[in-house]
C-alpha cells in the first residue's frame, strides 16, 4: 500500500513572548489509501497544529520543519501557496470540530457545496450540482435536491457536519484530515457521523486522518493509532495492538480513565493521571510525562527514545516491552478496567 | 512566572500537579501596559497637559486675564518675539502661554466632568438594560435610538442660545447628551457577562441582583467603561472646542482653548500661530487621550484562554 | 465504594430531598418578526424524586429540557406549572436564601464558572459572605478546609483563575459549591469540558466526597457512561419529558424504552473491533415549538407502531422504574397487529 501522506520529523514552533513553543517536536506519521489513522491526545499535545501543518493552514509565524513531508509523493514543504491552494479542497480536504463557523453563513449550502468542483475540476454548474445531490444524498440527507436552496442557519449541528463531510468528498480527495469532527455533536448524532464517515471511507477509498481526545472514537474508527503527548508521538500501532496491549504508561493511563458500562464495575475508583501537562517553551529534556509517570526513574530525564517492535509499531519510553505490559496489566489488575480492552 | 507549591516528589524541570502557572491578572496587565507604546505615548503627553493645568497657578508667568494694549498680538519667540511672553500675546495683550496653561484646565474640567455625567447615566441605562433584559431593555433601547436621532451640537446650541453659555451649562449639556454610547457598549457588555455561568453560580448562592451587579458583573465591564469614558472625553472635548468657536460655549474672558481659536481665526492669514497654537493643544489633547483609550483597550482585552 | 441503595429493598426508604411534581416550564418564543409568540414546552410534566444518598443521572440530548429542569432546582427560574419540594417545603414558598444553602450547582465550563477578577480565596468564601456565616477570620480557615478537602493546595488561595488548570478550576468549583456543606448538588455536565486524565481525576473526587460527606447528587450528563458509572438511579428525558427512570443496575440489562437502548448503543467505549454502532435514531430531532403527535419520540422510533403517532404513552411505574412507551403498556400494545 503506498502511502498517500508520509511525515518524519514533523517539527511545529510558535515564537510567543516567553521564548519558543516547540508544540510539535518531531513526528513520524504515515497513512495509505483507504487507512484512518486517529491522531488522540489531551489538550494542548500539538495534535490540531499537526493537521493544521499538513494542511498548510498555520498562521505565518508558526515556523514548520519536516525532515519529509510528502503528499502523494510530492513534498508539501516546498510548495507556492497557489499550489497549495491547488492541492487544499481538491486533492485534500478537511472537516472541522464546529459545522457553524467553517460554513459560510451568507451562501446557500449548495453555492458552498458547488464552488470546490468548480474551482478545481472546471466543472460545469450542471455536473457540480449532480454532484452535490448524490454526495447530499450518501451522507444520509433527504430531500436533497431542496436542501441546496438552504442557509447553513437552517440546518441542525448533525445536518451541518454531514454538510461539511459531503463538501469534503466533492472532489474525491485523496486525504480527508477530520479535526474533532464530532465533539461539539450529542452522542446520537456523533456515532451516526462516524458511521457514515466510516463507510464513505470504505466507498471512496480515501485516506482518512482524524483528530480526537476521545478513546472511544479512536478505538471503533481507526486502523492506525498515534498516541500524542506534549508535542510528541508517545505510542503508535494498529488499534488493536494499542488498546489490547497499551504499552507507554500514558497510554496505559488514558484507557485506565474511562469507565466502560457493564465492564468497569459500577462506582469503583477509575484510574487518574496525576499531574499537568509541562510547558513546550524552551528546550525540554528527557521524557515528558516523567513527572506523571509512575515509573518514572533518573533515566527518563536524559532521554526518551523510540522503541520500534515492528513496522508501524513503536512506544517512546527507556523502559523494555516486557517490564512495560507487566505494569500495564497491574493497572489493569488494580482498576479491572482493562479487561474491555483484551477481552 | 512559576510559582511551584506542594513540591513534594516534583522532578526539576517539569510542573506538578499542585503547581500554580501563570502570571496574576495584575501582572499581565502591568507587562502588557508596558509593552504598549500607543498607550505610553498617550498617557505621557496627556498626563504633560495634565501638569501644566495643575500647576497653572504656579507657573504661568502672567496673569491670564491682564489685558494690556500696547503688547497686542506679539509674535511667539521663534518668530522674533521676546521671552518675556513664549508664546507671544493675543489681540488683546494677554500672555498666550499663561491662557494656553489655564486653558488645559477648562478642557480637562469639561472633558472629566461630561464623561463622568453622561458616564453614569449611560452606565446605569446600559447595565439595567443588559442584565434585566425584557421590557427595561426596550425602553433604554428605545431611549438609545432617540437621543441618536437628535444632532448633538445643534441640541447643544439651542440649549445654550436659551439658557446663555457659561462653563457650567457646557457641561451639564454634554454631559446629558454624550451617554449614548456608554449605553450601547455596557449593555452589549453586561449581556455578555450575564451568560456568564458564574453570575448563575452567584444567583443560586443566593446573592442580591446589587450584589451581582456591583461585585460580578461591574468588574468585568469596568475596562469596556474605561475605554468609552477616554474617547467620549475628547468627544466631550472637541465639541466644548466647537461650540465655543461659535461663541454659544464657554464665555469670554475664560481661556477655553476653542475659544482662542475663535478669537485668532481673524488673524488666520496675517498671524496664523494665533490660531495653530491652541489648535495644536487641543489635537495633541486630544490625540494623547485616544490613544490611551485604544491602549486600554488593548491591554484589557480578556485574558487569553490557553 | 458503597453500592447504590437498591430501591426495592425492605429496609425504610431514605426521606426524600428533591421532589419534582408535575414540574412544567414554558417559554414563549418568537419564530420571526411578525409571527406570533409560540409556546415552548422546555420541561413539560416532570415528576421525580430523590432520595438522601442518591446520584440521579440525568440524560438527553441538547435541547431535552435537563439543564431547564437543573435551573429551576437551583432557583435560577421558576416552574410555570408544578412544584418543586425542597425536603418537603415547596421552593416557591421556601426562603431564597435557605434554599440556596440546601442545593448549590457545578457548572460544566470551568472556564466560565469563575469570576476572572476575583482571587480563588474570594470566588469559594462568597458564599459565606452572602449568608454571613461566622466573621471574615473564620471564612479564610473555612476556605483552607474546603481546598484540602479537593485537593488543591491552601496557595490558591490568592490566586486568580487564569492561573490554574482546567482541572483545578473545576476543583473551585467544586469547593465553592460545598463550603455551605450542602445536602444536594446540581452537577451540569461536570466533566465534559475537561480532558479525558482530568476528567476521571474529577469523578472520584465527586464519589469520594458524596461518601465523606453524605451528598445527594443530581448529574446533568449526556455521556452514559459517566452517568452508568456513578449514578444510583437513572432518568432519560426526551423533549421535557422523562421517558424513563430507573435504577443503574437495570439500566444495562433491563431498560426498557427505545430511546434508552439508543442512547446507550450510541456509547463509543474504548474497544477496538466492535466498530461503529447505527443508532438508528434518523437525523432529525424534532422541533420543540411543534413537537410530534403522540409518542414524541415515534418519528425516530425503530419500533414505532401505529398507535404511537396518535397515542400519548402513559406513564407506568413497576418495580423497575418508570417508563413512557406503549410497548409495555398492556392497554394498547396489543395495537400492534393493527399496525
Redesign the interface.
Known sequence: MSAVLEITGLKVDIPVSAGDLHAVRGIDLSVGKGETLCIVG??GCGKSLTSLSIMGLLPSRARVSADMMNFTGRPLLSMSETELSDIRGDRMAMIFQEPMTSLNPSYSIGNQLMEPLIRHRNASKDEARKRAIYLLEKV???AAESRLNQFPHQL?G??RQ?VMIAMALMCDPELIIADEPTTAL???????I??LL?ELRREFNSALILIT??????????DKVAVMYAGRIVETGR??EV??NPLHPYTQ????????????A?????????G?VPTLIGETQGCSFRNRCAYAGPACEIDDPVVELAPGRSYRCVLPEDQLKRQGDETIGKTGSLE??S? | MT?A??DKGARPGLPSA?Q??????GQ?LRKRIFGHYGLLIGAGILGLIFLMALSAPFLAPHDPYAQSLLARVKPPVWLGGSWENMLGTDVLGRDYLSRLMYGAQISLLIGFAAAFISGVIGTAMGVAAGYFGGKVDLVVTFLITVRLSMPVVLVALAVVALVGGSLEVVIAVLGLLLWDRYAVVMRSATMQIR????V????????STS?ILL??IM??IVNNLIVVATLEMAHAILLEAALSFLGMGVQPPLPSWGLMVAEGKDYILFEPWLITIPGVALFMMVLAINLMGDGIRDVTA??N?? | ????QSQSSGAALPPPVLEMQDVTKTYMVKRGIFSPKQPLRAVNGVTLTVRKGEVLGLVG??GCGKSTLA?ML???ETPTAGEILIDGIPAHLGD??A???R???I???P????????TIGS?IS??LR??KVGDPSSWRKSVEEILDIVG??R??YE??P??????QRQRV?IA?ALI?RPEVVICDEPTSAL???????I??LL?DLREELGLTYVLIS?????V???ATKVAVMYLGRIVEETG??N??ERSRHPYTR??????????????????N?G???PNPISPPSGCTFHPRCVKAMAQCSQIVPRPLTDELGHVECHLYDPETRDNTAAA
Request: proline share 8%.
Open positions: 489531551e489538550s444520509g440527507i433527504t441542525s448533525g445536518l454531514r450529542d452522542v446520537t448524532i456523533q456515532a451516526q462516524l458511521h466510516a481526545h476521545d478513546l472511544g472514537v479512536v478505538a471503533r474508527v481507526a488499534v488493536e488498546f489490547n493511563g488514558l484507557i485506565n480513565c474511562i469507565p466502560i458500562p457493564g465492564k468497569t459500577r462506582g469503583s475508583r477509575l484510574g487518574s493521571i496525576p499537568i474491555a480492552a477481552a | 510559582i507549591i506542594d499542585n500554580i502557572t501563570g502570571p496574576t491578572p499581565q451568560q456568564m455561568d458564574y448563575a453560580s452567584a444567583r443560586a448562592v443566593g446573592c450584589r461585585t460580578e468588574p468585568n480578556p485574558e484562554r490557553n | 465504594m458503597s453500592q447504590q440530548e441538547s435551573k437551583l432557583g435560577l431564597r436564601i434554599i440556596s444553602r442545593i448549590q450547582p457548572f460544566q465550563d472556564y466560565s464558572s469563575l469570576n476572572p477578577r476575583k470566588i462568597l458564599p452572602v449568608h488543591l493546595p496557595r490558591v490566586s486568580y487564569n492561573q490554574l488548570s482546567g482541572g468549583a465553592r455551605m480532558d479525558v486524565s482530568v476528567q476521571s481525576q469523578l472520584n464519589m449526556h455521556n452514559l457512561a459517566v452508568e458509572h456513578i443503574t443496575e439500566l444495562f439508543a442512547l446507550l448503543d450510541s456509547v463509543l467505549t474504548p474497544e477496538p473491533g466492535l466498530g461503529v454502532p447505527d443508532s435514531l437525523i432529525a430531532f
